[in-house]
């Protein structure tokens, strides 16, 4: 592990990821039956990726107590803290880490269904409309948690497009922190939240790297993990992705 400018923001940034409510394939009771939504909750369980089907680096994000608690997806603006989940969905949620020596990731993967289109449609508004008011740029000054630690003086960027997937229709929230020091963390996040029918699926792949080393192809990893994700939804069986090369 690098010197300590990379460890107090590391541990400062996942202080706050596994202290936030965790649900693992948390599913709410309804009826999927054939009379159902085009999409159903039960359909899109399935299509989200487990931590065994990812490789042995990657477990279960869970709360302190290790107990379940209702879902909330990442801020567009900053990928750490929480947003509720907008308006009256079914939900299932999967919610990953994986630590190793030169960094940590993370993939929370939120399933959505809503009564029909129209109200998935109305929640991807309200979250695009969450996502564009976040500040292009921001200055986050030096922050000290406790007599032996502290996250560095850092600028937050975030920026907003449209995407398509498939023929799911969306947006992508992409963040990252830049820090001053050489030696220091850089944060690089992603937040897709994509639109199909009556559903919406919120998934975010962060990661936490010393220098250079955050720096992630993009479209390589729309393709290798978020595009899965749809094809198992659309009930095809694609191989399971390398998310990230934590190492």
């Known amino acids: ?6 460890r107090i ?10 202290i936030a409510p965790t649900v693992t394939a948390c599913t709410s009771d309804g009826d999927d039956s054939d009379g159902g939504p085009e999409l159903t909750v039960t359909q899109l369980d399935r299509a989200l990726w487990r931590a065994d089907e990812l490789g042995e680096a990657w477990t279960d994000r ?7 608690a209702p879902p909330v997806l990442t801020d567009w603006c900053d990928g ?3 947003r509720d ?9 999967v919610r990953l880490l994986a630590k190793g020596t030169t960094g940590t990731d993370w993939l929370d993967q939120t399933a959505l269904v809503y009564p029909d289109a129209e109200a998935a449609e109305a929640a991807l508004a ?14 986050v000054p030096r922050q000290t948690l ?33 820090y001053t020091q050489a030696d220091a963390a850089r944060g690089d996040n992603r ?14 792949l962060g990661t936490l790297r010393a220098g250079s080393e955050t720096r992630m192809n993009w479209t390589s990893v729309t393709g290798s993990l978020v595009e899965p994700i749809l094809a198992r939804a659309d009930g095809e069986d694609p191989a399971p992705p390398s998310p990230t090369a934590t190492g």
Do not use: Y
């Open 1 to 6: 592990m690098p010197g300590q400018r990379i």
């Open 9 to 18: 923001p590391l541990v400062a940034l996942l202080a706050g990821l596994l």
């Open 62 to 68: 869970v709360t302190d107590d290790g107990t379940p």
């Open 80 to 82: 750490v803290q929480q």
């Open 85 to 93: 989940v907008p308006g009256d969905a079914k939900v299932s949620q």
């Open 126 to 139: 309200q979250m695009r409309e969450q996502a564009t008011a976040c500040p292009a740029s921001t200055a």
């Open 146 to 178: 406790g007599p032996d630690s502290s996250i560095d003086a850092h600028t937050r960027t975030v920026a907003v497009s449209d995407v398509t997937v498939r023929d799911w229709h969306g947006f992508v929230s992409a963040i990252a922190s830049e």
């Open 191 to 204: 937040v897709f939240a994509l639109n199909r029918g009556n559903a919406v699926l919120v998934i975010l």
